[in-house]
């Protein structure tokens, strides 16, 4: 080793300067990740996975055997909460056809709402303590874009992809610093601004932020996307009001939010790659 | 003064040790939370080789280990890359002007880095419109008080690593001492 470093190292040296120059060049050109941190991540992936796998391995054996007492109490809550939604979905049922007619009436365009989903396997969460974000197993070789918006089963909104690889991606939550969001109280139609903040983003909060000095919010008001400019589909919920409280001004109030998801329970997550809103 | 090769030889030698503290920050220390913070192992591993090198050899090195952690860690950018030859400068002054090479010297030398690092997180806050100064400082102090202990465990890592690779030199330094 010493005596190849002593007749080659300054060529070493030197290959390793032009290599440098050129993936910085690379970087500028590219429009995703760059080449290098797009190299470490994809090296890095299978390892990722694979102790991703084991982990889970042993926390699904270690959650097979916790009590059941729980479970058949959370059971019986969910039969009522079915037997509410299934009169909730009666009366859709009738409202669906009344708002078809109204609109033949009218001659209006039908609703339609189309997403196309990738699923995807958390590979990893949180690396520092500074940013909030998790690590696809899927990339830019699936068609994930940066900018694409990321929700869990039940179609709530975990985050926004901010950088994308050939086999990886990672998505800055909802929670995060970065992460600033166009949305929308559901019940009062108030419009503003979901966006991390660092002193809450440890509890996992957020705040909705420009909301008009007059708001009427209520503590779990649900707040989704407004879709507002295009960049992310409407109707994507983040979460719920958890309380509403003036700004320094006083001119201006805002609410913390509490996200629909629970980032620790992820394992696995949607990234929507394209969408079709037509309301 | 050491030879061409033996530099190549000395630096590759404290990339393989920093590679190994990066294998058990990813395979070991991120998976746990302690007080509300992850082990963050990175600041200690750009200053603790500062304290033996001085300032410019460990600048240098902290600089390499900055651009590692801004290709691996996200939503980082250029930060580590331009804060962490700041904390190898500062471990290098402190390690040739106020401590001697020690645990101790990595142990104030880590904190150092840490209230770089979070000082730097915080200032990138504020730019970016967010006030958090004191919630960045309780979360640099956290980290720096669940690192510590994994962290005092690097001085001897680079300490063998230095004198493994100053061997002649500190032959030379002796002899030159006590004479032939």
């Not at chain 2, 090198?53 to 390499?64: D, Q, R, T, V, W």
């Amino acid at each position: 080793m010493k005596d190849f470093l002593k007749h080659h190292g300054l060529w070493v040296l030197f290959a390793a300067a032009v290599i440098a120059v050129a993936l910085a060049v690379m970087s500028l050109l590219s429009n995703t990740s760059s080449p290098l941190v797009n190299a470490a991540n994809v090296l890095a992936s299978p390892f990722r996975s694979a102790y991703t796998a084991v982990a889970t391995w042993f926390n699904d054996k270690q959650n097979y055997y916790k009590d059941t007492t729980a479970l058949e109490e959370e059971n019986a809550a969910l039969r009522r909460r079915i037997a509410e939604m299934e009169e909730e979905v009666r009366q859709a049922e009738s409202d669906r056809a009344e708002n078809a007619r109204l609109r033949e009436l009218l001659n209006l365009t039908e609703q339609r709402r189309e997403f196309t989903y990738e699923a995807a396997y958390i590979t990893e969460h949180a690396v520092t303590n500074w940013t909030s974000s998790l690590t696809l197993n899927k990339g830019t070789a699936h068609g994930i874009a940066v900018g694409d918006c990321v929700v869990d089963e039940t179609h709530a909104l975990v985050g926004v992809v901010s950088v994308a690889g050939t086999n990886w991606c990672t998505v800055l939550t909802i929670v995060d610093t970065d992460t600033s969001l166009g949305a929308q109280v559901f019940r009062t139609k108030d419009l503003g601004l979901a966006q991390g903040d660092f002193s809450l983003m440890e509890e996992e909060r957020l705040r909705l932020d420009y909301l008009p000095a007059d708001c009427q919010l209520l503590a779990g008001d649900l707040v989704e996307t407004s879709g507002l400019g295009g960049f992310y589909p409407s109707g994507l919920v983040i979460g719920s009001v958890e309380s509403v409280q003036m700004d320094d001004s006083g001119a201006a109030s805002y609410a913390i939010l509490a996200p629909q998801v629970d980032f620790d329970e992820l394992t696995e997550v949607f990234v929507i790659k394209d969408f079709d809103i037509v309301t | 003064m050491l030879a061409r090769n033996e530099t190549i030889f000395k630096w590759a030698l404290y990339a393989a040790a920093a590679f190994a503290c990066l294998l058990i920050q990813w395979a070991v220390l991120q998976r746990f939370t302690i007080w509300g913070v992850i082990p963050f192992l990175y600041p200690a591993v750009a200053a603790v080789p500062a304290t033996f090198e001085g300032p410019a050899a460990g600048s240098a090195f902290a600089l390499g280990m900055g651009v590692v952690c801004d290709l691996i860690l996200p939503g980082s950018d250029c930060f580590y890359t331009l804060v962490f030859p700041l904390a190898g400068l500062c471990a290098g002054l402190l390690s040739r002007s106020v401590l001697r090479s020690s645990m101790l010297c990595a142990l104030v030398s880590t904190a150092a880095a840490f209230a770089l690092t979070g000082f730097g997180g915080c200032l990138e806050l504020w730019l970016h419109g967010q006030s958090a100064w004191q919630a960045g400082a309780y979360l640099t102090l956290r980290e720096f008080c669940v690192t510590a202990p994994p962290a005092l465990l690097l001085s001897p890592l680079f300490r063998a690593v230095y004198q493994r690779t100053h061997r002649d030199e500190r032959a030379a330094e002796q002899r030159r001492f006590y004479g032939p």
